[in-house]
């Protein structure tokens, strides 16, 4: 690589300590009696990974992401000015230009629909009134709650100010709970609560039983993805540890930023342990030495509990060069996105962590081969990796007595909008949406719509009450589970304007990468703008069925493969666009 | 660089099948090869002979029997009995769509190459009414080598392959801001005459769009004196220093308007520097160089 080129820019003292802070020793130049630089591409591929946190760094100290500050990041790490500020204007969380405002705390509000629909605008009118800096977000994960706000702190802690609040679990006490039994009885904070409350137990059972029998267990069990794709976790597993490669790494893929889903905060938040524990079992069986928690940046309680849970399984050797005194070293650390849906995609998340910008690549290779680092990867969604802990204990057949033949055990369901008692909620796969509505309370009102699956799912309607929640039953109506979402409308809400925020949402989070979607999501969401209440004319229905064909036929990842399907079922269901409206 | 050519007697064949057609090319090949090789043409935009495919355009997707979505021919590698069909109508709809959605937010006037596919495919733009969005961006101007105009970007990464480790490896610029908000931009967005750029200008050649383009040609366009049929080239050999380059030297009334190498040259790939891409006023005797 030819030598950088930076501009005059200087960091400030501030901004110069703050990234060092995050480095350590971890720097590409080091100034012994001269300035000595690593050679070779290497100092650019080896480092690089730091680019993140540094820019969280930066954007903390300076409230923006300056040309100083960049240079110096730049230079520590030896990444291109140029390609170091494509992957800050990436993000949500950077700002990159010294607008006004950027020097106070920034309160994010979600304007995606759960929140939408219940104060989001007045709780940013009333914001915007008292003077505070207000960035309208999508989702963030607070969706039980409404409406949403994230406190990013300008040289202090980032918050949530609903987290002051007593947290409660609509189904506390439920002694079928298989996910959530320790949810709210377990102390967050203490690894002694845990394994008096059966922690590590199953850690100790793969451990005698040996990988390959846990593997066994795991396809026996017919656990299957949470995070959207529901791709059975025991293959993946096995691909990884077949893979050729010493360096092997475990992903949890914590980035949860879909419409309506707020699962796995409250797993973090509240039973972190079991992460950490899950994905041990998963370096073990795989023989991965590497683990990485990718955050979203929203998340800051699940983060520091997270972080603290790490530390205390590494002080009692749960984790770290002997686990549990196997011999199998694993090495577990968390990072934080900054403020990208697409980072939750499997290829965007790796190209994130390793410091480039988030845009998903191509599948094949596959992550069980070239995953992070190019290195055999097996990522995984937190509630998937939760259900190792149960399938290893009770083993599969007790764990296939929920559920259906075709989606075994239970699911987690994010309920959120016109339900009485919105919050997360366990049921084996199965039971139908009635059933689970009924459950959170009932409905409020008349339901006019039921989003299933998320911004990247699809509508339903009360006539689908009777549909049993199951991988096979959403798949043959048509529709998807996602990622768990339920969220409920009635007739009094205004699903023109939910609808088009979901065009806007897809819109702001595509990367931009492709054209179909980059362009495909544009034109959808002007379609729709332009549609507002009117009855969509047939030659509109039709543009509109040729842009969810290539978006879903050519498209590089998932968001543009599904960024059309909620408005294409709105449009079906006569939700918006219908003549009698 | 992606020109390892392998030795004949080390090759290892694969059979696929395109358009019912058997194929046989070496392992390593592209979806993209076969088809050339069965002389089928396919549109690419974000491709380059000498690139690392992106595969971010999509015009080139085919379908692939077994995949729940098209693939990209450019990228995609060949694997024995693969059944592949370039002519399909899902393959018809997904290229016209991406040129009719190229077509409607970008100025295509001078990509002559994707105007005559959008022609065949049957691309309407016109379709996203007068008020799509579209790049909306004012050309750049900040020296006498070359112009950016944005405006005319399909944001296909070449250039930015091109200045970085496909060839240059100078890193002036990088795909910055995300979704319909993309750009390609130095840091900040600064001016080229600041930046890490040293005015190779590898990413003028592979442009695919005319959005970076030679002053010169910018000019002579300005001033409605463009005529490329009018154009003659000559091949040359850069007398700068003794690597070697092939030059090729677009002249025009006499005088030269661009310089260019061949993409399949073994000495520059296509690739220049600023010499020989840049450095030929002294050809024309007078010194301020029009
Ligand atoms: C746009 C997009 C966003 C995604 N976001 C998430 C996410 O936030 N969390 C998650 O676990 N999976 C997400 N996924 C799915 C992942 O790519 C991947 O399939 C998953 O993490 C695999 O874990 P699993 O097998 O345990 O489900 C997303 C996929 C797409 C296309
Ligand atoms: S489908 Fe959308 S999000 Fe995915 S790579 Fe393409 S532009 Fe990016
Ligand atoms: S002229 Fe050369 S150095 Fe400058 S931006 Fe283009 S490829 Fe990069
Ligand atoms: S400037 Fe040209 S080469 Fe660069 S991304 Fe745009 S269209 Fe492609
Ligand atoms: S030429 Fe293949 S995706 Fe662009």
Redesign the interface.
Known sequence: ??D??F?DATATSGEVEAVNLVLGDNVAVTTETERLVRGGTSRRKGLRHLLLPALHALQKESGWIS?GG?NHVSEMLQV???????VA??YEMFR?DEAPGHDDDVAHVCVDPSCRIDGADELIASLEAEGKHVHRSPCLGQCERPPAVFIQGRRKADSVPADEEPFTLPQAGDPSLSLLKRIGVVDPMSLDSYREHGGYDALTKALDMGADAVLDELVASGLSGRGGAAFPTGFKWRSVRDAEGNDKHIVANCDESEPGTFKDRHLMEHDPFALVESMTIAAVTTGATNGWIYIRGEYPLATGRLENAIAQARDAGLLGDDVAGSGHAFHLEVRRGAG?YICGEETALFASLEGF?G?PR?KPPYPTTNGLFDQPTAINNPETLLNVLPILLGGADAYRALGTEGSPGTRLFCLSGRVANPGLYEHGFGATLGEIIDAAGGAQGDIAAVLLGGAAGSFVTADSLDLPLTLEATREAGTTLGSGVVVVFNSDDNMVDVCERITEFF??????????C??????QH?MIV?LGTKPMAQEQRD?HE??V??M?????CGLG?TAASAIKSALALGIIGADSQ | MTNTMNSPETEVAVSISVDGQAVSVPEGSTILDACTAAGIDTPTICYGPNLTPVNACRVCVVELEGSRTLVPSCSREVEPDMVVQTDSDRVKHSRKMVLEFLGSGVDLSQADDLNAWSEHYGADPNRYGPDAETMNEPVKIEDDLYIRDYDKCVLCYKCVSACGDDAQHTFAISMTGRGFGARIATEFDGVLPDSACVYCGNCVAVCPTNALQFKTEFDLRQAANWRPEDQSVTTTICSYCGVGCNLELHTQDERIVKVTSPDDHSVTWGNLCIKGRFGWQYVHGDSDGD
């Open positions: 690589m030819a950088l080129h501009t040309p960049l291109p000015p140029a390609e170091a500020y494509g204007s990436f990159v990208a910008r845009e191509n819109k702001n989070e595509s990367c931009g990468q492709c054209v179909p980059r362009v495909g999501a544009v034109r002007e332009t543009l040729d842009m064909q290539v879903a036929d050519a498209s590089i493969h």
